[in-house]
């Protein structure tokens, strides 16, 4: 089994409607991340979380809200999908402590708005 | 923020050729991974190198953190090598973890 499984895979919904994306981990890791991937770009960040408790915004919320409902657990919300939100998405996690360690991706979701 | 910038944008070598990918960085970072994005869309983490040298089989990387940044070498290089390489880094400050992705280098290998 995947270590950072992502769900859905793939999904096709319209403007307007809610979406949830979720992800967990069997990492163990306390922190997690969403970031999101726009044709022939790099990886920006969402939201990330060091804990149930402690959630921060990336450089691009607007328009996204998460909940990490555990752990292991954290999913991202498009309330209101917007055509221009249609990339592929990305969960990821990672360690803290004294030094960065490396941050492990799921297979990524791609959601398309029509 | 930090700028990471990747060269060359776009590359495309013969079956077996060698190449050399670069990434530059413009602060002080303590996290650097390079990752290979394949054709259907899955990042695969190539290594965690935020300083030094590592191999792994056909691939090796290099970062020279004093100066702002690290190379990917490519040998023998076969279609499946194919993809897009990002490189990204952290830095420590408030030791948040997240990562700054560069553009990428959209790596074509023919037969």
């Known amino acids: 089994d995947a270590d950072v499984t992502q769900t859905p895979r793939n999904r096709i919904t319209k403007t307007g409607k809610r979406i949830m994306l979720e992800c967990s981990q069997t990492?163990?890791?306390?922190?997690m991340y969403w970031y999101r991937q726009d044709p022939g770009l790099g990886l920006r960040l969402i939201y990330y979380s060091f804990d149930v408790k402690d959630i921060n915004k990336g450089e691009i919320s607007d328009g996204y809200s998460v909940s990490r409902q555990a752990q292991a657990k954290f999913s991202l919300s498009l309330e209101s999908a917007i055509p221009n939100q249609t990339a592929l998405y990305f969960c990821?996690?990672?360690?803290?402590?004294?030094?960065?360690?490396?941050?492990?991706f799921g297979d990524g979701t791609r959601l398309s708005i029509l | 923020g930090i700028q990471v910038e990747q060269s060359p944008p776009d590359l495309i070598l013969q079956e077996g050729a060698n190449s050399t990918l670069r990434c530059n960085f413009s602060?002080?970072?303590?996290?650097l991974q390079w990752f290979h994005q394949n054709p259907w869309g899955q990042l695969i983490n190539l290594f965690y190198?935020?300083?030094g040298t590592k191999q792994n089989g056909r691939l090796s990387a290099t970062t020279v953190a004093t100066e702002r940044y690290s190379l990917l070498y490519i040998s023998s290089s076969q279609t499946t090598d194919s993809g897009v390489y990002f490189c990204a880094v952290g830095r420590g400050s408030g030791n948040t973890g997240k990562l700054i992705f560069g553009q990428g280098t959209t790596l074509q290998v023919k037969p």
């Open positions: 190198i935020p300083s």
């Open positions: 990492k163990g890791h306390d922190r």
């Open positions: 602060d002080s970072v303590n996290n």
């Open positions: 990821a996690t990672g360690t803290g402590g004294a030094g960065n360690q490396p941050q492990h």
